[in-house]
């Protein structure tokens, strides 16, 4: 079964940082392509970045370009998203899903305020 665990959301204000987290179990980590997506108050889910399984090829919703890096630790099946300069914009619930199966955690709450 596969089963995604989110960390390191919390309250920041514009122009801060957060480091999100995904603990990985129960499928090959290491040979699955992750995704982070979002929530917003109100919206649908939004794709925000992808990596492949080696890490060889990333790519980012243009709305996050250059402000967001994704990243994995496949020797510790985890599996990173590291944001600056947020924006009230990024406020959001942030999940990371696995590409095959669309699974996804629980998901932890960015907030972006003054």
């Known amino acids: 079964e596969v089963q995604l665990v989110e960390s390191g959301g919390g309250l920041v204000q514009p122009g801060g940082s957060l480091r999100l987290s995904c603990a990985a179990s129960g499928f090959t980590f290491g040979a699955s392509g992750m995704r982070w997506v979002r929530q917003a108050p109100g919206k649908g889910l939004e794709w925000v970045s992808s990596?492949?399984?080696?890490?060889?090829?990333?790519t980012y919703a243009d709305s996050v370009k250059g402000r967001f890096t994704i990243s994995r630790d496949n020797a510790n099946n985890t599996l990173y998203l590291q944001m600056i300069s947020l924006k009230p914009e990024d406020t959001a619930v942030y999940y990371c899903?696995?590409?095959?199966?669309?699974?996804r955690g629980q998901g932890t709450q960015v907030t972006v305020s003054s």
């Open positions: 899903q696995e590409a095959g199966s669309g699974a």
């Open positions: 990596i492949s399984s080696a890490s060889t090829t990333k």
